[in-house]
């Protein structure tokens, strides 16, 4: 762990386990809540003088940061391929995101706003950084959603604590010792643990934020034990995002970016498309193109450069998916391709494409979070746009077709933070995005989630004398 820009170890550690082969490939430090208490107390130290410095300062870090990030790609890439599972041109992709990331948020600005100006009135609103941020990352893109984290906490002002998923702490460890090569001790601690460490920065009296990433359940617990001292949060959470594929659609065209759209990380994403609605008069031929896609794909050990996909990243989950396959069977739905799990080391699931399934199936109701995806037939547009909207969930989804405005006018009429039209899963640092309903609470990303890392206040000033 880095606490205090120093490397600290446990007595007690967890393994990591390689998800493709199932062997343990590494110990890391199990922190006690006197290392957490350690960590806070650095940040909090370290916090007067970095929430001093300017904001141009703090930004030459940032972009010193993702150099550092950038030098140590391969291996980087490495660790993340082998505690995630994810194939190493992926992997790379997501440290260099991860850098490119940092750069970016490092030109972000939150500028003093003047509301009011008058001859005897004046009313200006600042930016002023929160204190001690606890980020808590989840398993799927353990670096990436770090840094998302790390760069705008840091860029405005606030010092931090990280906790990586007890899944994947590898790469997160490793950002806080190439971080303390870069940034002032204390600026940024990374501890690892299990979720007792997650509850103990939630609960913790000298942490001011908690920005979270992980599943709906575990967000409510945030919300909870954060309310306990006011603490400001930051949900992401689950999501079952819905494609809708319109009659004018060119089945061939859009069969590869949706199977990549629902398949990508082994459907591991939060904004996987986990729903493909498709209008009756291009069902058959579309589901025809997507299998036919599909099944050349290969799932395999992502150290294999062959891979297109790996495993599932742990066996909690693995089992997860395999429950809601023989759930997919015991119904009687025709699952078109994939459906049998091989009996062989890893936690291989391969892709699964199930054929029209009823709308309150299992498969179509829950978050999957693994390659089994359902395909579902409709005739009407306030039909599907309501069944589309039939769930807690509330994140993205897309739409396709060559008739932008009724996409549009779909668009409008669904229940999600984000919605893509003829193209899916597009991120940038500086696009908002969060969740409805419960699929999150306030925005990461853009100013608006700059402004989330910060406390908004106004300064009023009577000029008659
Ligand atoms: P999870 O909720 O089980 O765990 C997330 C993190 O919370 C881990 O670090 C875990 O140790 C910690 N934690 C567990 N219990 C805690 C508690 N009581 N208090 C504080 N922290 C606690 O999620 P997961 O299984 O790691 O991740 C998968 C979920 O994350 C999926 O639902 C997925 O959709 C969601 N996700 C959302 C987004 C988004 O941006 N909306 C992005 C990625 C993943």
Redesign the pocket.
Known sequence: MTINGEPVATEETLPVINPATEEVIAHVPNATVQDLHAAVKSARAAFSRWSSTSIDERSEFLCKLGDAISANREELATLLTLEMGRPSAAARGEIDGASYWLKEVAKQRLKREVIEETENHLVERYYTPLGVVGA??????PFA?SIWKIAPALLAGNTVVV?????TPLTALKIGEIASEILPAGVLNVVSG??D???W??EHPDVNKIS????????K??MQ?AASHLKRVTL????NDAAIVLPDADPAKIAKPLFWAAFRNTA????ATKRMYVHEDIYDAFLAELVNFAKDVKVGNGSDPATDLGPIQNKM?YEKVIDLIEDTKRIGANIVLGGEIEDQPGYFIPVTIVDNPPEDSRVVVE?A?GPVLPVLKYRDYDDVIARVNNTKYG?GGSIWGNDIEMAKSIAERLETGTVWINEVSVLSPHYP?G?HKE??LGI?HSLDGLAEYTNSKTIMINKRK
């Open positions: 808590i990352v989840p398993w799927n893109f959603l906790k990586p998923s007890p899944y299990g979720d460490l997650g509850r920065i939630t979270f990433t992980g599943s709906t359940a575990t967000g617990k945030v034990s992401e959470l689950g999501g591991q994403v939060c904004i989950q978050e979070f994140l995005f969740g699929s999150g990461e």
